[in-house]
């Protein structure tokens, strides 16, 4: 069973994400885990491009402030 809490991510699957720096560019939250040391880790897919992922840290994701989610009624559909 997975350790992963999400009150510590606040993040949820199907939450999207943009960088300060790239406002255009929004990511989805694909897969919520843990890595085998038991840090909580966000899996992202680009949306609009299926073939684009990527993988952080929740807490690089929560506390950067480089990273924001966007209100879910602002979000692109995909």
């Known amino acids: 069973m997975s350790m992963f809490r999400k009150q510590e991510t606040q993040l949820a699957i199907g939450d999207v994400l943009v960088e300060a720096n790239r406002e255009k560019t929004q990511w989805r939250v694909e897969f919520l885990f843990d890595d ?16 684009s992922a990527r993988t952080f840290a929740a807490a690089v994701l929560t506390s950067d402030p480089r990273f924001r989610r966007v209100p879910r009624e602002s979000a692109a559909e995909e």
């Open 36 to 51: 085998p040391n038991g840090v909580p880790h966000v899996r992202l897919r680009r949306v609009g491009d299926a073939t």
